[in-house]
């Protein structure tokens, strides 16, 4: 069911929104009766803690609700989704306290709240629902919502329901609500259209590998999306152990981000030309796997050696940007859960992104900061190019040493685009439940792309 706001109606319960710098003047305005009561209860505006206002008939008059210190906020994100978890059913409107990018964060969290996996188990019970708040733009915020909850969708579902074929039949659903083209090469046509890497690194599987290639809009300068969308990785013959197996489902992370915001690019009816290039395969196991040592030539001629057959996610890549190049994007972005290495340098929290465009990053990073969407600029470091270069090919898919393992990565990835390129090396899932945040599959950047599309194609 799509995340939306409930109707407008009279009966919404307010909710009171304090910090706790502004307790003092928010009790100030409450009747007697009602000051007393949130005395009673010990409300200090504590981040996150509620406190319902009865009527005489002891029906719910509004709701406080506490927004801690600045400090205290500063430590997470999304409070208003805690809070959505909280309270017991009903309609609410945020009636105070809160304006600007902070009452937007609110309502998405609220909005986000909602999302829960529920494919195998059942419902889960609603949230409180949530009536737009005056002062956001409703219908983005909602669209940004379900952009979102599609991304979670295609991760949190097990590898058994989401191999290529499915991850295809989930862009024609999204292709159709947009009236967007979209045309798929697979199984041995890709060798015929010249994408030898994405065959060879699915071509073990019992699911065919393809190219899927979809495009909208007819005006604009044109942004290429491009998402791994490996849809489970077992390492191939460089097989992974146990522990490290066991979220491979979510290998996928950077094609379902990547059809998440082209949904929010489509829904808000942006003016450009989109493209989302997904290269979906499923690296296994079988007499025909692709071997270490073994040299690999690509679409664009560039030759690859294999030292780790658990390195496919650059290999698929490489195809799908060389061929994103050939038509002149003002823009080409990758995203993909790319490289542990990215893990160890910033946690599960941040997206790492690459961009030799100084403009481009810093229009990232003011984005991120205004949707609370966080990302970090990870360096383009030339001097590292020797490290992918092993002397008998022209590219090392996964060098010797363990150092500067994301970066290396990005470095391969740069060879194979000449157009204006972002890459953002993700992690795609919520280890732990945090507000709006349940643990599973998750966008990382996402929104920060959008906010900062504008600024980055000149909109």
């Known amino acids: 069911m799509p995340l939306a706001f409930a109707d407008r109606t009279d009966a919404a319960i307010p909710i009171n929104v304090v910090v706790s710098e502004g307790l003092e003047s928010a009790l100030s305005n409450l009747t007697p009766a009602h000051q007393a009561w949130a005395a009673a209860q010990g409300f200090q505006a504590g981040l996150g803690q509620t406190l319902s206002l009865p009527n005489a008939d002891g029906t719910v008059s509004a709701v406080l609700v506490g927004y801690g210190t600045a400090d205290k906020r500063a430590r997470g994100r999304f409070h208003m989704g805690a809070v959505a978890a909280k309270l017991p059913q009903g309609d609410y409107i945020i009636a105070s306290g809160l304006d600007g990018a902070d009452l937007e964060e609110a309502a998405l969290a609220w909005l986000l709240a909602g999302y829960s996996f529920d494919r195998y188990s059942g419902p889960s019970a609603a949230t409180a629902a949530l009536v737009a708040p005056d002062g956001i733009d409703a219908d983005r915020v909602a669209i940004i919502a379900n952009g979102e909850a599609l991304t979670r969708e295609l991760i949190d579902t097990p590898a058994s329901d989401m191999g290529p074929d499915e991850l295809e039949e989930a862009m024609r659903a999204l292709a159709s609500e947009h009236d967007a083209s979209i045309n798929v090469i697979s199984g041995d046509d890709l060798v015929m259209a010249n994408f030898p890497m994405i065959h060879t690194v699915g071509r073990a599987s019992t699911r065919a590998p393809r190219l899927i290639d979809m495009r909208w809009g007819d005006a604009g300068p044109q942004l290429t999306l491009v998402g791994k969308g490996v849809c489970f990785d077992t390492g191939g013959l460089n097989i992974k152990p146990g522990s490290s197996m066991g979220l491979m489902k979510k290998d996928m992370g950077g094609a379902a981000t990547v059809m998440g915001l082209a949904h929010m690019i489509m829904a808000l009816g942006l003016k450009l030309r989109l493209r989302v290039l997904i290269p979906a395969v499923e690296n296994s196991i079988n ?34 940007l060389t061929l994103s190049d050939e038509d002149d994007p003002a823009l080409v972005i990758s995203m993909a859960t790319l490289t ?53 090919a022209d590219l090392d898919n996964a060098p010797k040493g363990g150092f500067a393992g994301s970066i290396t990565a990005a470095l391969f990835l740069r060879r194979f685009v000449e157009s204006p390129y972002m890459h953002f090396d993700i992690y795609g899932w919520q280890p732990t439940a945090s507000p709006s945040r349940p643990k599973g599959g998750v966008g990382m950047g996402a929104r920060a792309i959008l906010e900062a599309l504008p600024t980055l194609l000149k909109l």
């Open 340 to 392: 542990g290495a990215a893990r160890v340098a910033v946690g599960p929290d941040i997206a790492p992104f690459y961009t030799d465009d100084n403009g481009h990053a810093a229009a990232i990073a003011s984005a991120a900061e205004r949707v609370a969407d966080p990302v970090w600029r990870m360096p383009f470091h030339t001097p590292y190019e020797a490290m992918i270069e092993p002397g008998i």
């Open 287 to 320: 007499g025909n796997a692709f071997r270490p040592q073994d040299i690999l030539t690509s679409r664009k001629g560039l030759t690859v050696e294999i030292n780790n057959t658990d390195a496919e996610g650059r290999l698929v890549l490489a195809d799908a």
